[in-house]
């Protein structure tokens, strides 16, 4: 099985006068058109899932539905707490055992992406995400921390998006 470590796309700057929830600071219109290009490209090379767990901040919920709208199958999206900011990839792990050997999306903040993609391949090194990027990461056995192997790891620029 995958798991694809996706970090939220471009949003909107921090404004404390605009958005002053945090949380429901959205994509920028530009951030949106951009993700749906990567979200094609890495479409049209294979990338699919049966579920999305996606923090629940508006930035990050925007982010799984165009995702979902580009995968071949009909992805769902959960929208689970451990992906907010200060993720653990413990928690994330136990959703993720309970769908039964699919392929899944979790879609989340900076720097935890980095964490959390480390915690999956047995690392402690530092691996940055671009907004937007995608990491894939396979499972042979049931997903645990360390046991992934680190298969791709995409940004825009890369994809020319």
């Known amino acids: ?19 002053p929830d945090d949380d429901l600071r959205p994509l920028s219109r530009k951030g949106r058109k951009r ?8 479409a049209k090379r294979g990338c699919d899932v049966a579920r999305i767990a996606t923090s629940p901040l508006v930035r990050c919920r925007q982010t799984a539905d165009i995702l979902a709208d580009y995968l071949a199958s009909e992805a769902v999206i959960v929208e689970l707490d451990a992906l907010r900011p200060g993720s653990r990839v413990e928690p994330l792990l136990e959703w993720t055992r309970q769908q039964q050997g699919q392929d899944v999306a979790w879609v989340g903040h900076a720097p935890d ?46 994809l020319k998006c």
Do not use: C, N
């Not at 959390?116 to 049931?142: C, H, M, N, Q, Y």
């Not at 791709?152 to 890369?158: G, H, M, Y």
């Open 1 to 19: 099985m995958k798991i694809y470590i996706v970090r939220h796309a471009w949003a909107e700057d921090q404004d404390e006068t605009k958005y």
């Open 35 to 42: 993700f749906r290009r990567l979200a094609r490209k890495l």
């Open 113 to 158: 992406v980095g964490g959390l993609t480390a915690a999956l391949i047995g690392e402690s090194a530092a691996i940055e995400f671009d907004k937007g990027a995608v990491a894939a990461v396979e499972f042979s056995d049931p997903p645990a921390a360390g046991r992934g192997v680190l298969r791709w790891l995409a940004v825009a620029e890369l």
